[in-house]
Each structure stands twice: as C-alpha cells, then as structure tokens.
C-alpha cells in the first residue's frame, strides 16, 4: 500500500491572510522604527560629514585610548566571567547544598541592580572615605577613578550572562553523562572537557556573546567610577558623551558607529558559528 | 594545542598535543592520562575547541593590535591631573597645550596633563571619593571648600592664595533665546510668566546653575520684589534639571526644549559660534551676577616635588597675559586684557553685577539655599 502525496501543504495557520499580514508588518515595522532606524541615523550622522572626518575623528588619541581601553577591558572581564559563570552553574547545577536558591538570587542581582547603585556602591566600598580605600590609597593602590574601577564595575553589571545562559542547559542536561563518566574512571577535568564543556558550548558561546556586547557597551557603572579623565579612563560610551556634549556630533558619533559595528561583529561572530556548525547545533539541541 | 582523537568507535577524546607516533596516531595529554589515537580531521572536530581557539585569537589580536601599550601610560614625565567643570573644556584644552610649550620653552622636562569635566558638584564630589586631582579649576569656591572641609586635601585659606579671590577669569549669567527672540524676553521678570519655559541645570550639581539662581534672587532683591516668590515662580517654568551647564545647553540648543536657557555667559558664546550665530541670540539682562570660577592645589594629591613645582606653575600661568588672552577668546571675562585681540577684548556688555559678598559669601549661601532642606529644596517642593 503506497501512501499518495498531498498536493497541497496542508495549511498550519487557521487566520485569514489579511490578519497574517497585518501582524507580520507590524512586526517589521515595529523593528525597522526601533531597531534599525536608530541604528541608520547613527551611522549617517557619522559619515554627514565624509568618511576622511570620521576617519580623522577617530584616529584622534582620545577616540583611540577609548576603543582601547573597551576592547581591553571587554578582554578581561568576558574570559574571567566565562570561568565563573561556568564555575557557578556547574556548581548550581551539579551539587545539592544549603543556600542553593540564595547562590541563584545572588547571581542575578546585577540584573536588579540598576548599574548606577553598582558604581557608586564600588565607590563606598573601595572609595577613599572607606577605611579599605584609605589602607589602599596608603600603599598607592587605584582602584576607584582608574583601570581596576572600571574593570570591576563591568564585571559586576556582566556577572550574570553567562552563568544565566549555562544553568537552565545545565539542568536540562542532568547529571548521568558525567556521572557515567567518572564510574568509567575519568578524572573531573576530563569529565569536564570531554562531557560538560561540549554539551554546553552553546549556552557559553551565547552567554560570552551576550556578556562581550554588554561589556563594551556599559554606560552608568562605568560612568560612576570613572573619573572622566580624558585619554585614561574614558571607555567608548562615555567618550561618546563627552564629544557630543562638545559639540563634535561627527566625532561622537563616529565612535558609536564603531562601537555598534563591534556589536554587528558580535551577533556575525556568532551567525557565522550557528552556520558552519549548524548540523552539530541540531543534534545538541536534540539531546 | 588541542586536539581530538577517536579513542573507540563512538568515543572521541580531546586533550593537548603531545606528539606524533608515527603511525598517523598522535597523543595527547587528556588530563589525568596520555591517550594516543588517530586524530579527528579538523571540520569534524569538537566546536568546543573552535569557540576556545578563537577566544583565544581574538584575545591574540587585541594584544598584537595594541602592543604593550595599555590603559596605564609610561610613569617617566610628571603629570597632572586638571579636574574642571563643564563649560570649561575647549579653554583648558587650549591651555594645556599653551601651557606646555610654555613649560618647555622654560627649560624644563615636559609634562603630561589629564583633564577630568562633568558638573562642578559632582566633579568635587569625585574628588572627595579619591579622584586623584592635583589641581582643581570648578565653578564656585562651595565645591573647593567642600573638598577641603572633608577631605583636609586643600587648605581652609586656599581663596586667599591667588590673585582676585584664586579666579584668573570670571564670567556672568545671561539669556540665550531662540533667533528673533519669539518670546520677547528682555529681562527676568519676562521669565516668571506662564507660557516660558526656561532651561537651566540642577544647582544641587550644577555649580552654574546656583549663580543662575542667585542672579534671579539679586535680580528680585535690586527691584523690590519678594526674591523667595519671585525665584519660585520661576522654577516652576523650568520642565527639567539637567545635572551640569552643558548637559542643559544640550538640552536647549540640540534637543530644542524650552524658549529661554540661563546660562554663563562663555557658555552662550560657545553655542552661538558653534550652533550657529543664525539659530539663538543672546539677550543680557538689567542685573546679573559676578560669577567667579575659582582654582586651586589639591596639596594632599600631590606626591612629588617635581609635581608641586608644576602644579603651582600651570595654576599661576592662568594669569599671565597669553593664558588671559586665551580666556577672553574663550569668552570668559579675564583680568588682564594687555595681549587680547580686540574684537576678544570688546566682547562683553557692560551689565550690573551683583557679588556673592552681598549674599553673605558662599559658605553661607551654600548652607542657606542650596544645603539639604535650603531654600532651594523648600521652593522646589511647593
């Protein structure tokens, strides 16, 4: 007995086609009105006046310490979230212990906190009117107003993205495979590198993405702790700022088409991943 | 380098390189224990090893991008950290280049100068929190003396220390209203009728802001009106506090809200040479205020000698006639008019100006309007 083929697809949707239409151009125009648009006026502002003045804008040595200093610290803190992150959900996820929902709370708090508490918290913490910040001004330590501010105050507000990402796979996954592995006699860290870290790859490769745009980007932490000294410790989106308070529009926004072009190189990065390994992505997911 | 082998028929390891065998077999160090297998071709391999090679090139980039050369500068030349308020930006970045040559040309070892703007309150409020500044050059002498009272950085006397109460410039409050002046605003009184909106910073950060304030009160107080009531209906046209003079220039002039900013009056040149002579005019009022932008030593920032002497210097060459002349072109009334250019020099409008001696100083207006539950506090509550 031979099954015959439909000659039609059979229909999915049970809405009349105007409906269909009407729906899919809202959600179009809604992101062609918030999403690209901005993202449009922004280059074109930047280039209003030629690509030679935004390229001369840019080549300035503060435009050029800014992108330094976001990429280098987008450098530092993505890599050591990665391994906490990993770490957390690995220990969330894997072990059963007292204070287990709390650790969760805890994670998440950045995500709560509005970043300016962060930054001015970092600053009572460690600022030279706590007596941890006198001890650290007394042996020449800068932490608050310098690089280590900065460092830390964007690794507060980014702590969550991977941890976040990791734990509801994590979950999902359970414990057998690992398990299986140690009574077959593998060490953790071979457990670790041959067991978990494949069927998480995913999960850590979106959290490091999602963690990175928000590292380069984060604007109210960093502004706290800053110091706004030119050249030194002014990441792209204060910079940003600055050179629109001062009147140098092109300038300005120069350095945000940049910055949005390094998260455009971001979201391809990982396209690109998605694409070349898309076959292994599916038998992932299918676990 | 990382590589994965078929150790079974379903089963890959993965582990770091050790060696070849030979036989096309390789080992490798999988932790605990040498696995040797044959390794699996690169397109089949664990994406894992993928995402870690190329964190690590990216990594491997921005160091060969950048060299050695990170946030933290070479340490050889002296520096000095300049932490100002907002307006002043485009002058200090002339001045710092004047004053450089200038220390060069003197024989002496050049110096590098970091320069730190924001809204005056909240920049000294930096300074308090550990900005290391070793000079400060804010708005009003309230900022300097709350760093001094809490910190013990500055010296209770440091106003006394330079010449025209430690302010080699001033400057005063006036109007910039939109091209042809729609709303007719000549003076004060025209801002405290319902239909203006006027734009002027908060004065609990904003160290322009509070002379903004006081200007309406002496305007009040000079014309025999109840300055409280006065000051207070007027603040009620205000639709938003930005937290420093430039923030609500932008405000103004870019995002085109309100009909009348109060600005300093370097400010109001600044935006009309670079908005447009076309878009805003400038209106003066009948009474203004003598607003005095003061500098001083941060002494307790200051940890070398070297750096003293140089601190002491950048301070004391505000005064000279070149850096006079500078100010005046960067539209702030300066002291000493001998190397301006003339049209710098025959800028400003004669304008009665009230002084903050009148108000009874600013350790007392400080406390009395602007502190916690002060006037201004009280008349933005009603």
Not at chain 1, 236 to 246: D, F, G, R, S
Not at chain 2, 14 to 39: C, H, K, M
Not at chain 2, 260 to 265: I, K, P, Q, T, Y
Not at chain 2, 345 to 354: D, I, N
Request: glycine share 8%.
């Amino acid at each position: 007995m031979s099954v015959v083929p439909l000659s039609r697809p059979v229909p999915v949707t049970t809405e009349p086609r105007p409906t269909r239409h009407l729906l899919i151009g809202l959600a179009v125009g809604f992101v062609a009105l918030f999403l690209f648009a901005p993202l449009v006026t922004v280059f074109a502002e930047a280039l209003r006046q030629g690509w030679v003045a935004s390229v001369q804008a840019l080549a300035s040595p503060d435009a050029r310490s800014a992108i330094r200093l976001t990429l280098i610290v987008a450098a530092i803190t993505v890599p050591l979230n990665a391994v906490f992150g990993i770490a957390a959900a690995w220990a969330i996820t894997k072990f059963d212990f007292r204070g287990k929902a709390f650790l969760i709370t805890l994670i998440d708090l950045p995500f709560s906190v509005s970043p300016v508490v962060a930054g001015l918290a970092l600053i009572l913490l460690v600022g030279a009117n706590s007596s941890f910040g006198a001890w650290l001004a007394a042996n020449d330590l800068k932490i608050v107003f310098a690089f280590p501010g900065i460092v830390l105050a964007t690794m507060f507000v980014t702590f969550p993205f991977v941890a976040r990402e990791l734990i509801p796979v994590m979950v999902e996954q359970g414990r057998a495979e690992e398990e299986a592995a140690l009574t077959l006699g593998a060490s953790g860290w071979r457990s670790f590198f041959t067991v978990t870290l494949p069927n998480i790859r995913w999960a850590l490769l979106y959290g490091v993405l999602l963690c990175n745009a928000r590292a380069m980007g984060e604007f109210g932490a960093v502004a706290v702790v800053s110091g706004k000294i030119r050249g030194e410790t002014t990441t792209m989106p204060i910079m940003i700022e600055m050179l629109y308070n001062e009147y140098l529009s092109v300038a300005a926004f120069s350095l945000a088409a940049v910055l949005a072009l390094l998260a455009l190189l971001t979201l391809l990065l990982k396209s690109l991943l998605e694409w070349r390994h898309a076959d292994l992505l599916a038998a992932t997911r299918r676990h | 380098m990382l590589r994965t082998i078929q150790i079974g028929a379903h089963t890959l390891a993965q582990g770091l390189f050790v060696r070849s065998l030979g036989n096309g077999r390789i080992e490798i160090d999988a932790g605990a224990e040498r696995i040797s297998g044959y390794p699996v071709a690169a397109s089949a391999a664990l994406p894992a090893r993928n995402l870690r090679g190329a964190l690590v090139a990216a990594v491997a980039a921005i160091a060969l991008a950048f060299g050695g050369n990170g946030p933290a500068q070479a340490q050889d030349s002296v520096e000095l950290l300049n932490v100002s308020y907002d307006p002043t930006r485009e002058f200090y970045r002339d001045y710092n280049e004047l004053f450089k040559a200038w220390w060069i040309a003197q024989g002496n070892a050049p110096v590098s100068i970091q320069q730190s703007h924001g809204g005056a309150g909240a920049q000294a409020r930096a300074v308090i929190d550990g900005l290391q500044a070793s000079v400060v050059t804010l708005a009003l002498s309230a900022d300097i003396d709350a760093i001094a009272e809490r910190t013990g950085k500055i010296p209770a006397d440091w106003q006394s220390r330079r010449p025209h109460n430690s302010s080699p410039y001033t400057s005063t409050i006036v109007f910039l209203v939109r091209e042809g002046n729609p709303k007719g605003i000549a003076d004060w009184d025209d801002l405290v009728t319902g239909d203006v909106q006027v734009i002027t910073p908060n004065p609990k950060t904003s160290g322009g802001a509070r002379w903004n304030f006081l200007a309406a009160w002496g305007y009040a107080q000079q014309n025999g009106l109840d300055p409280r009531t006065f000051v207070s209906t007027l603040y009620q046209n205000v639709p938003v506090l930005d937290t420093g003079a430039r923030g609500a220039t932008t405000t103004f002039a870019q995002r085109g809200v309100g009909d009348v900013l109060l600005a300093w009056e370097n400010e109001a040149f600044l935006a009309l040479k670079e908005l447009g002579e076309d878009s805003f005019d400038i209106v003066v009022p009948s009474v203004s205020i003598l607003a005095e932008p003061p500098v001083a030593l941060v002494e307790g920032n200051i940890t070398s000698d070297a750096q003293r002497v140089v601190a002491e210097a950048y301070l004391e060459h505000l005064y000279s006639p070149e850096a006079q002349a500078l100010a005046l072109k960067h539209f702030y009334r300066a002291w000493d008019h001998s190397a301006a250019a003339p049209e710098d020099s025959a800028r400003f409008p004669q304008v009665k100006l009230v002084n903050i001696a009148d108000f009874g100083g600013w350790p007392v207006v400080q406390k009395e309007y602007f502190g916690d539950g002060g006037i201004f506090d009280q008349i933005y509550k009603e």
